[in-house]
T-cell receptor
Framework: GQNIDQPTEMTATEGAIVQINCTYQ??????LFWYQQHAGEAPTFLSY??LDGLEEKGRFSSFLSRSKGYSYLLLKELQMKDSASYLC??????????WGAGTKLIIKP | DVKVTQSSRYLVKRTGEKVFLECVQD?????MFWYRQDPGLGLRLIYF???????EKGDIPEGYSVSREKKERFSLILESASTNQTSMYLC??????????????FGNGTRLTVT
């Protein structure tokens, strides 16, 4: 069946590095997305991976291993504004995205 | 920047009422989606549309219908609202289906409470 797993909640310290993992089992794969969602706001796009490896975009990087059904989002030099939920989603076919429940990241000073 | 606008941020309706949620996007996107978001669950797809007057059921279409008469507008209809439809509703749009890396652009959501 289809399944995407992420930790429910993580806590990290301002200025540190945090890695948010996502494992997936889907019947098809046309790429994996990461979104950020601040409380009460809409999700916003962070990254897309379709090939194995690391994609770096400023303080945020995303990694994909298709053979392991695994991705992670790496956040460096954490800032208080990074406190948010991070959503992992797999594009299974042409339209459908399968979503994880999201990881709530709490940043402490 | 893509803008997806949902007509209401908060709505309170009574059980049995017919409810309309409106969504408009300004970037000529082919695809539009309606999701609901509940605590502890991932986004769940209610309906989507890949062209004007076209609609496809998502994972949880029961109790809902949609309308897409114009490319920029996608409406979600709760035929007879029930308390288990209390939720955050998110509208999204994206470019055509063969652009696999095309992300979804979301509206700010409508928090619907059915009493």
């Amino acid at each position: 069946g289809q399944n995407i797993d992420q930790p429910t909640e993580m806590t990290a310290t301002e200025g540190a590095i945090v890695q948010i993992n996502c494992t997936y089992q889907t019947s098809g794969f046309n790429g994996l997305f990461w979104y950020q969602q601040h409380a009460g706001e809409a999700p916003t796009f962070l990254s897309y991976n379709v090939l194995d490896g690391l994609e770096e975009k400023g303080r945020f990087s995303s990694f994909l291993s298709r053979s392991k059904g695994y991705s992670y989002l790496l956040l460096k030099e954490l800032q208080m504004k990074d406190s948010a939920s991070y959503l992992c989603a797999v594009r299974e076919g042409n339209y459908q995205l399968i979503w994880g429940a999201g990881t709530k990241l709490i940043i402490k000073p | 920047d893509v803008k997806v606008t949902q007509s209401s941020r908060y709505l309170v309706k009574r059980t049995g009422e017919k409810v309309f949620l409106e969504c408009v996007q300004d970037m000529d996107h082919e695809n539009m989606f309606w999701y609901r978001q509940d605590p502890g669950l991932g986004l769940r797809l209610i309906y989507f549309s890949y062209d004007v007057k076209m609609k496809e059921k998502g994972d949880i279409p029961e109790g809902y219908s949609v309308s897409r008469e114009k490319k920029e507008r996608f409406s979600l209809i709760l035929e007879s609202a029930s308390t288990n439809q209390t939720s955050m509703y998110l509208c999204a749009s994206s470019l055509r289906s063969d652009s696999y890396n095309s992300p979804l652009h979301f509206g700010n959501g409508t928090r619907l409470t059915v009493t």
